[in-house]
């Protein structure tokens, strides 16, 4: 087995995200690199027949669709082990990336019902892209694959990604001469260990919890190359990630896109999600069963539903194992938010008493608000509400009402109120979000909304622990 195996798969959202942002810098001498949206769009099209999906697509949705596949040629065998649908929308400026487990089942197009991965196999790239454009019912316009050899190698000259595991990751392979020993807890991982930490799948959750893994991985990657110290490292990184990929897309397109990541993505505009599904075993084999219609709610959800954590996906998934994983999607930057909050919430117990406004300027914010506000819990979780809605009392926030929100999938707290609200409505609802240091983009009109209402995330114990602290000021 070769030790290069498409199991450590850089996942780096390949051209457009680590290319994008770290090659592209090198390119900046080209008036290209800073072409608008709209030459970009015009540029692509001039390519396409004017008659295909994917002209229509870009046409009227301003969007297009990229496969990224990893490919594992192992003693003659190639196949692609990581498969990756990517979905670049120019025009509302977001990426969105859908990880398609190996063992997903479909159709082949001329060898019947197999497992997705089978389709490298059979017919390369094209194959493996006439197969996934049929299972998700979305055109494809370009591919990429991507070559391991280099991976250690990007990712030490990076400097190291730092990567929270979540148990210990411990596998022999004599044979192979393997051996994968990762203990649980935040850490710097070299080109070897982040290899082993998205290679390794000896778990209950098989080829599931590995794709989770690689998610990570994306996340970390993403962050590390948004960083300036990078910057120093181009022309090495440069050569060490040209030779990672292979694409039917034109260089100069390439460098488009690279300019469009970087100058107008920000990593809170990246989504990464795993098709949702569950686990079967069908003629004694192991299949994912894949849920389309919740892959296509992600791909074709607005960029605000997406920002806000408010799009519900469905969960299909019978098998405890699996529905924590199947259901997540996220943005390139939550992980990096929810750091920044345990953060804020150490850093202010340290404080010890030392607040950040004095009572009588809380007292002042919160008579600030004209309007009553609604407590909403978006967790599940019994009784959050009710703890939220007290604590908010107690600093003399006049709370009208507490109930369930429309669902349970709110992974970050949001503020809400109605569409066409009086600006008093909306000014409490802004002034509330402030308080409890909601980000202004998840301060939002919403549909279902009557009030000025908090929505309870799964970020719920940060909330808390922010109005724990406001209670406090309110009684010195």
């Known amino acids: 087995m070769s030790f ?19 090659a592209g810098a090198g390119f900046r001498i080209y008036t290209i690199l800073h072409s608008k949206s709209g030459d970009i769009l015009s540029a692509i099209q001039g390519t396409v027949d004017s008659g295909s999906a994917e002209y229509t697509a870009l046409k009227e949705q301003g969007k297009f669709n990229i496969l990224i596949m990893g490919e594992d040629n192992v003693e003659g065998s190639r196949r692609s082990d990581t498969i990756l649908f990517a979905t670049v929308d120019i025009d509302d400026k977001n990426m969105r990336v859908l990880s398609l487990p190996r063992d997903t089942r479909v159709e082949i197009p001329g060898h019947g019902v197999q497992k997705l991965n089978h389709a490298f196999a059979y017919g390369g790239p094209d194959l493996l892209k006439a197969t996934v454009e049929k299972y998700l019912g979305q055109p494809i316009l370009y591919y990429i694959t991507v070559d391991y050899d280099s991976f250690p190698a990007v990712v030490d000259i990076m400097g190291g990604v730092e990567i929270d595991v979540q148990k210990r990751m411990r596998y022999v392979d004599r044979a192979g001469k ?7 807890g935040p850490q710097m991982m070299n080109g070897i260990t982040a290899l082993h930490f998205v290679r390794f799948r000896h778990d209950a959750l098989g080829d599931i919890g590995r ?31 040209m030779k990672l990929f292979k694409t039917d897309m034109s260089p100069g397109l390439a460098i488009q896109l690279a300019g469009f990541v970087q100058n107008e993505l920000g990593r809170d505009r990246i989504f990464l999600s795993t098709l949702h599904g569950r686990a079967a075993m069908i003629d004694n084999l192991s299949y994912w069963i894949g849920d389309t219609d919740s892959a296509n709610a ?11 954590g408010d799009l519900k996906e469905k969960n299909k998934s019978s098998d405890d194992n699996y529905a924590g994983l199947s259901l997540s999607y996220s943005s390139a930057m939550e992980d990096e938010n929810t750091e920044k909050a345990a953060s804020s919430s150490k850093n202010s117990d340290k404080k010890k008493g030392k607040p950040d406004i004095s009572k009588d300027e809380l007292l002042k914010i919160v008579r600030s608000m004209p309007e009553s506000v609604a407590v909403l819990n978006g967790t599940g979780d019994p009784g959050i509400g009710q703890e939220v809605a007290t604590r908010l009392q107690k600093i003399g926030v006049d709370v009208v009402h507490t109930g369930n929100a429309k669902h349970f999938d709110y992974r970050t707290s949001n503020v809400v109120y109605p569409i066409n609200a009086p600006q008093k409505v909306i000014s409490t609802a802004k002034t509330l979000g402030s308080l409890l240091e909601v980000p202004k983009n998840l301060v939002r009109e919403n549909r279902q909304a009557f009030y000025a209402s908090i929505i309870i995330g799964h970020d ?12 406090k000021i309110s009684t010195q």
């Open 4 to 22: 290069f195996k498409s199991y450590k798969s850089i996942l780096v959202i390949i051209l457009l995200a680590v290319l994008g942002i770290i």
């Open 178 to 184: 393997l051996d994968i020993n990762i203990q649980p």
């Open 211 to 241: 794709v989770h893994r690689q998610q990570q991985f994306i996340k970390a990657i993403i962050k590390k190359a948004y960083d300036p110290r990078i910057l120093v490292k181009i022309p090495e990184l440069t050569s060490q990630i």
């Open 298 to 308: 992600f791909l074709n959800a607005p960029i605000d539903v997406l920002m806000s």
């Open 460 to 471: 719920s114990k940060n909330l808390i622990s922010i109005l724990d602290k406001l209670v």
